[in-house]
Structures are given as C-alpha cells and as structure tokens.
C-alpha cells in the first residue's frame, strides 16, 4: 500500500490504466524506491515502451511484458522490448514468463504490439458495422461467432475489455501510425463520452443489469 513496499524487490511491473501520464507518474515516484539492479516491466497493451522507459531512471532495465486478460487463463505474454532494453533484463523477463507457465510472442515497439495491432481494429471495425446500420449488436455478435468461430462476439468482447480501453488503444494507433483506417469510431466515441464503458459500468454495447445482457442498439 506504499512505494516503499517495492524496496526488495527484484521485478516490478506496473499495471495501471492505459494512460500514459499515469504511468509515467507512477515510475516517478517508484523509481526512488527501488534497488539499484531491479528490474521494472509494464503491463501497457500500446503506450511506447520506449517512451516509458525513458521517463525512468533505468531504460536498459525497462521493458513491456504485456499479459492477456484474465492472466490466470490466458496463456500468452508479449515481451516487448524498448530501444535501450538490454539482453540481461530480456533473458530475466522472459525467465520470469516461463517460471509462470506462460507462452511467449515477441514484439517490436510498434504502437499496440501484436495482438492489439490486429485484435483493436477489428473491434473498432465492428462498431463501425453497428454505426452505419449493417447490423446490430446481436446479430454482428452472432455473425462473428458462428461466421469465424470467435468464441465471443467484438462487441462483447469489447464490453469485456473496457470500452474506455479499447479507445485509448485506437487513439494510441491512430495517433501513432497516423493512417485514418485506425480512426476512433464515432459511436465508441460516444458510448465513453456516456460512461458506457461496458461490463465494469454495467451498460456498453450491452446493459448488464437484468438477469441477462440486453442489446443497446
């Protein structure tokens, strides 16, 4: 419950909201605690690992190891390196993975990694289906499940995630890779500006406070 809790430990990761200044905020007052040879990791499912490590005191013992959500069931970490990441604290962070039983996908320090790269655009995309009238929420969830067997529709999928989640990483994209295709839809725009931000609000593309999800749309 304090920085100072952090004094022995040999790896920290930090696992806060997609924010950037969040984060950052965190490292400042962390970094002053922490021993000199410790090792710190972000959780960051976009934000540059690069930029982030250089608003530490120890770039070359910084890096992105990105756990899928829910950790205790999904098996994969994306490693991600920054610029100054060096070979030492790669090979302990991926020891560390492997100590916890998890696969492993290295990255680039690309905006949104691997899995988001391809994995937000899609749901972006869906959104778009249900902004423009090509379907709604039931049935582009239907399609998606039955159509491409995904075990969960984009829409609650997305509702899952976080809608405020999945906008922060479409902006993180749009913002960094500067091609229009990675452009915020309106409506998931909206659905946030409403603090419909999905299953921890209790209404997203979904309102979740019956006995069972009803559509929004």
């Given amino acids: 419950d304090s920085m100072e809790g952090f004094e022995d430990a040999d790896i920290v990761i930090e696992s806060a909201t997609e924010s950037e200044d969040v984060k950052r905020k965190i490292f400042a007052e962390l970094c002053p605690h922490l021993r000199e040879d410790a090792l710190i990791a972000t959780n960051t499912s976009s934000i ?10 120890r770039p070359e013992r910084f890096m992105g190891v990105h756990f899928m959500n829910p950790v205790p069931v999904m098996e994969l970490v994306e490693l991600v390196r920054g610029i100054a990441t060096d070979d030492a604290t790669f090979d302990a ?3 560390f993975a492997n100590s916890l039983g998890k696969k492993i996908a290295n990255a680039e320090d690309f905006p949104a990694f691997i899995v988001n790269r391809i994995l937000l655009p899609m749901i972006n995309e869906a959104v778009y289906t249900l902004y423009e009238g090509v379907g709604s929420v039931e049935s582009i969830d239907k399609a998606m499940k039955l159509g491409a067997n995904h075990p969960m529709g984009p829409l609650q999928l997305a509702d899952f995630i976080g809608l405020d ?4 990483i479409m902006q993180v994209l749009y913002d960094g890779l500067a091609d229009s295709k990675y452009r915020p839809c309106p409506l998931l725009v909206k659905y946030v500006e409403a603090g419909w931000l999905g299953r ?5 593309f979904y309102d979740y406070r019956g006995e069972k999800p009803v559509p929004t749309r």
Avoid: E, N, V
Avoid at 48 to 57: E, G, K, M, Y
């Fill in 200 to 204: 921890k609000t209790q209404r997203g």
């Fill in 93 to 95: 962070m991926q020891d």
């Fill in 165 to 168: 989640t999945c906008l922060s």
């Fill in 48 to 57: 540059s690992i690069t930029r982030l490590a250089a608003s530490t005191d």
